[in-house]
């Protein structure tokens, strides 16, 4: 099993920065894939950005190209979402995921989720 524990939310102006972590824990060695998607209230989750665990490839939804950058730190077992120029439509529930493939089909581990709020 895997855990993982989401920080960095909170509120920012329009063009301001954030960085979001996700730290994972447990039977880390079986993830092959890790991810950020995040959801609005009656919304369906969204996929932000993924990366495969070996760095191989790596994911951008088209609204979030040239803005967000995902990368990870193995050594701390921390994916991480830098988003800069955001912009009120990234308000939602950020999460990250964890799983065999880099589609949300494929993500078994989720965490509790951390609010970004633009305004």
């Known amino acids: 099993h895997v855990q993982l524990v989401e920080s960095g939310g909170g509120l920012v102006q329009p063009g301001g920065s954030l960085r979001l972590s996700c730290a994972a824990s447990?039977?880390?060695?079986?993830?092959?894939?890790m991810a950020w998607f995040r959801q609005v209230p009656g919304k369906e989750r969204e996929g932000v950005a993924a990366?495969?665990?070996?760095?191989?490839?790596?994911y951008y939804a088209d609204s979030v190209k040239g803005r967000f950058t995902i990368s990870k730190d193995n050594a701390k077992n921390t994916l991480y979402l830098q988003m800069n120029s955001l912009k009120p439509e990234d308000t939602a529930m950020y999460y990250c995921?964890?799983?065999?493939?880099?589609?949300?089909?494929?993500?078994?581990?989720w965490g509790q989720g951390t609010q970004v709020t633009v305004s």
């Open positions: 990366m495969w665990a070996n760095g191989a490839n790596i």
């Open positions: 447990g039977r880390t060695s079986s993830i092959d894939a």
């Open positions: 995921a964890a799983g065999l493939i880099c589609d949300v089909r494929g993500m078994l581990y």
